[in-house]
């Protein structure tokens, strides 16, 4: 079955701070990809990372970093820094053959930082 | 700004009125996908379109019905709906079908209310 997990429902820090935002997920595929998209108060899905299951490499992209370990199947996110914009719902995806090829998101994680 | 426009932003229609969502991408993208998500939850998959045909239906009910006019247009009508089918509806596309053709790019939603 294809499952994505976000335990983390919501999580405030103040500016500066830094986060992580936890991404566990299950799948039976061997080929799959992961995502992690944004989503402000405004209501866009904002794409933010797209990962294949054999780039295991860490990337990262000014304030943003992730860690991909497929030995726990988890897709961290952390934000580094925190910052007031950065203040929005953060989901991760998955999609693979057993999906359709289709996109299955986690529950998503809201991240209030606080000035 | 976004590259997929969805129009109008706010929709109110009663349960007896015929209204329609419009989504437009002119990034050359082949998929079109309509999702809705309620509030605090992710979005959930409604219907694909892949090259302006509907490729999946997510056993959504008779009273949304999706139209592909051509590759860059995409339609929700709407027909007899409920109060419960109040939600943000988002368009998205990628490339081409699945996450191996890449992202989802999303537009900023239509937010509908139904009285």
């Known amino acids: 079955a294809q499952k994505v997990t976000q335990a983390q429902t919501e999580i405030s820090v103040v500016e500066k701070e830094d986060v992580t935002l936890d991404c566990v997920y299950e799948t039976r595929d061997t080929t799959y990809y992961l995502f992690w998209y944004k989503q402000p108060p405004s209501g866009e899905l904002v794409f933010l990372i797209r990962r294949n299951s054999f780039d295991e490499q860490n990337e990262i992209s000014g304030r943003y970093s992730w860690n991909f370990q497929k030995s726990t199947s988890s897709f961290n996110f952390t934000i580094t820094a925190s910052q007031v914009v950065d203040s929005a719902v953060y989901f991760c995806?998955?999609?693979?053959?057993?999906?359709?090829?289709?996109?299955?998101f986690g529950t998503g994680t809201s991240l209030t930082v606080i000035p | 700004d976004t590259e997929v426009t969805q129009t109008p932003k706010h929709l109110v229609m009663g349960m007896t009125n015929k209204k329609s969502l419009k989504c437009e991408q002119h990034?050359?993208?082949?998929?079109m996908y309509w999702y809705k998500q309620k509030a605090k939850k992710p979005p959930e998959l409604m219907f694909v379109?892949?090259?302006?045909?509907?490729?999946i239906n997510e056993s959504v009910p008779s009273r949304f019905s999706p139209e592909c006019p051509n590759s860059s247009l995409l339609n929700l009508h709407l027909h007899a709906l409920q109060p419960e089918d109040s939600a943000l509806y988002l368009c998205?596309?990628?490339?081409?079908?699945?996450?191996?053709?890449?992202?989802?790019?999303f537009g900023e939603g239509s937010r509908l209310t139904v009285l």
């Open positions: 995806a998955l999609s693979g053959p057993n999906t359709g090829n289709q996109f299955y």
């Open positions: 379109y892949s090259y302006e045909k509907l490729s």
């Open positions: 998205a596309s990628s490339l081409g079908q699945g996450a191996v053709s890449g992202e989802l790019f």
């Open positions: 990034m050359g993208h082949r998929a």
